[in-house]
């Protein structure tokens, strides 16, 4: 097996049992290695959704189904506090802000990461382990302090131990999820492991069919598990009133009238009952609560954009300009750009060598060298 399992270990390991596949047999393949392997179910919602659906029953079902099956310990943690707190609160703040949040990438953060990873240390746990197609590389002790394209480390970090690993590219692009986790750092990655990595999805459903688990042939989870199966702007209607404003074109003449520029998202198409429509959201002035739109899709593109609260990996600044390969949304193929800081504002900048389409402040872009994901930030 490729990667960091070892064949024995006398390690113990919690594993986010999510219901799906691609964590059960994360679970399998740790026990198979020779970890004293646990698993957890997090609870993060309180209930039901807006249709009275409740996925996270059924998948705590599914996931104590798949611990039974292996043999190993389960529990179930509950952060719905917590995730009400750190990714709800923030999903729904961003958008009445008129910005387009990322929920995931703070789950990732503040909760399998954060809350869970804590909790897991404090019960004696040596790692946790997830269902991520990411991989997880440790740098040897004998190279060289850091990459020529990274910055001397400051003063204020003279001392402290140069990082220690780095986190790749899943092994299956299509599956790949490094987009969502560019808030990590060293402190994270020193307990994780992702047994997953190395394997495409066809791979895994094999396994799990191998292992005997019952979800095996389960389909992935999709969409936002707080938001269910309606549309979002219903979703968000009893937390952002709605309030009717100017419809503009791109040369600010008035077209019509909507009920609320916070629930639209940048890139969407949509004919608002406009005469020579569709249209596309270009962007949005929350103060003044006002959208342009535009029928020529073309107006979508742009190739620069300022980032804001951007994290690193390794823990070390670049030097910039650096060029990096970058995407600004989940499973889109990364592209050339360049990332520089303005000489007037010393805001960072990042500029894509083609024009991207619909792109959305409060978004995740995020950064690569070759597999390895160094960081990412959000889109101002």
Not at 341 to 354: C, K
């Amino acid at each position: 097996m490729a990667g960091f399992i070892r064949k024995k270990s006398n390690k113990k390991v919690i594993v986010a049992i999510s219901g799906g596949v691609d964590s059960s047999v994360a679970a399998a393949l740790l026990k198979q290695a020779g970890f004293a392997v646990s698993g957890a179910f997090m609870k993060c919602w309180d209930g039901k959704d807006v249709l009275g659906n409740c996925a996270s029953a059924a998948d705590e079902k599914v996931a104590r189904q798949a611990a039974r099956k292996l043999n190993i310990p389960f529990y179930v943690f509950n952060f719905t506090k917590e995730y009400r707190k750190e990714v709800f609160d923030y999903f729904v703040a961003e958008y009445m802000a008129g910005r387009t949040p990322n929920p995931d990438v703070m789950c990732n953060k503040h909760i399998k990461f954060g809350v869970f990873l804590k909790k897991a240390l404090a019960m004696g746990f040596d790692y946790i382990a997830t269902g991520h197609y990411v991989r997880k590389s440790k740098i040897p002790a004998c190279a060289p302090p850091s990459p020529k394209w990274l910055r001397r480390p400051s003063k204020a970090s003279a001392g402290r131990q140069n990082p220690k690993y780095k986190l790749l590219r899943g092994k299956d692009k299509n599956k790949d999820q490094s987009y969502f986790l560019w808030r990590l750092g060293q402190e994270n990655l020193r307990y994780c492991r992702f047994p997953i990595g190395d394997y495409t999805k066809p791979e895994v459903r094999k396994m799990a069919r191998k292992f005997g688990l019952a979800n095996a042939e389960r389909k992935d989870s999709q969409g936002i598990c707080f938001v269910g199966k309606i549309k979002l702007a219903d979703f968000l209607a009893p937390y952002i009133p709605a309030k009717k404003g100017k419809i503009v074109d791109t040369k600010d003449n008035f077209l019509g009238w909507h009920q609320g520029a916070a629930v639209f998202t940048i890139g969407q198409r949509h004919g608002f009952g406009l005469a020579g429509g569709p249209y596309f959201v270009i962007s949005k002035d929350i103060k003044k609560n006002i959208l342009v739109v535009s029928r020529n899709e073309k107006d979508l593109y742009k190739k620069e954009m300022l980032v804001e609260n951007i994290n690193w990996i390794s823990g070390e600044e670049p030097r910039l300009p650096l060029r990096v390969k970058a995407a600004i949304r989940y499973r889109q193929k990364p592209e050339s750009a360049i990332l520089s800081r303005s000489n007037a504002t010393r805001a960072t900048i990042v500029v894509f060598e083609r024009p991207q389409r619909a792109v959305a402040p409060g978004q995740s872009v995020v950064f690569w060298r070759g597999a390895e994901l160094i960081g990412g930030g959000i889109i101002d």
